[in-house]
């Protein structure tokens, strides 16, 4: 089986400033090299800060490890969609990778499992990776539908990533209810539905949900990572709030891949 190297991915989400951006970038290459030096495995982080920084995030890690990523990216290669980023010119920039799908997006913004399909497609054949992150609602966990609505969220990977886009493809799992209330699921809740993603996409005909990584996102902290990266179906997480300091952030890794490598 091929190796799920794990992903800490930081969502600034609408968060920080430009000037923010340096000291961050410096801090977290600094501290993460510190976690290479005590933890040897392979890791990949990916920063995701707000689109107006994009291009200088991708200049000031150019010499690092540190993937830079966009929160979202247009649903066609180009056209007429006021305010939406076309996916090729991320790519142009230096981005690796885009988030599609998030929380934010599904229920503030209200896109529909139809766009986000359009957006998977278009950011894939623009030469991007793919983080599709998918979740329930608590009305909808407490009405015991978690499964059935992870399972209608995934119908869209195997009509649009095929098998040559595999690896440039992710998903994360994030319950809604966990997103930034720090309440996180239970590492044991989060690991029922990171298995049941994988079955669920082998089931439907798409090969790769045995080896495709899935990140875990809802109120990840330092103090709970170890135990939510311990599970066998979890390869990394995707992280608001305590990314937005690159210590706490990188105390997260460390004891992420600590517990990782222990299980
Ligand atoms: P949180 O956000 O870590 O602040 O809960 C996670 C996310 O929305 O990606």
């Given at each position: 089986m091929a190796k799920r190297t794990p992903i800490f991915a930081a969502n600034w989400?609408?968060?920080?400033t430009l000037a923010d951006l340096q000291p961050y970038t410096t801090r977290l290459?600094?501290?993460l090299d510190e976690v290479c030096d005590q933890v040897s495995t392979d890791f990949e982080v990916i920063l995701f800060p707000p689109a107006c920084f994009l291009e200088?995030?991708?200049?000031?890690v150019d010499d690092s490890e540190i993937q830079v990523g966009s929160q979202n990216s247009g649903p066609a290669p180009s056209g007429a969609f006021t305010g939406e980023l076309p996916p090729r010119s991320l790519r142009e920039m230096g981005i690796e990778w885009t988030l599609?799908?998030?929380s934010e997006r599904r229920h503030v913004f209200k896109e529909t499992d139809t766009l986000i399909a359009k957006r998977l497609q278009a950011a894939l054949e623009g030469g991007l990776s793919a983080m599709l992150c998918v979740g329930e609602l608590l009305e909808?966990?407490?009405?015991?539908?978690t499964m059935t609505t992870i399972e209608s969220q995934l119908k869209?990977?195997?009509e649009v990533v095929s098998s040559t886009k595999a690896s440039h493809f992710a998903l994360a799992y994030e319950p809604v209810w966990a997103i930034g209330t720090g309440e996180n699921a239970t590492p044991e809740q989060a690991q029922e539905v990171h298995a049941f993603i994988r079955k669920c996409l082998i089931k439907n005909g798409w090969s790769e949900g045995a080896t495709v990584r899935i990140l875990y996102g809802g109120s990840a902290k330092p103090d709970n990572s170890g135990a939510l990266m311990g599970q066998p179906d979890i390869d990394?997480?995707?992280v608001g709030g305590a990314s937005l300091e690159a210590d706490t952030f990188a105390e997260?890794?460390?004891?992420?891949l600590t517990s990782r490598l222990k299980s």
């Open positions: 989400k609408m968060n920080k290459d600094s501290r200088t995030a991708a200049r000031l599609i799908g998030h909808e966990r407490k009405a015991g539908k869209i990977v195997k990394g997480l995707l997260l890794v460390r004891n992420g």
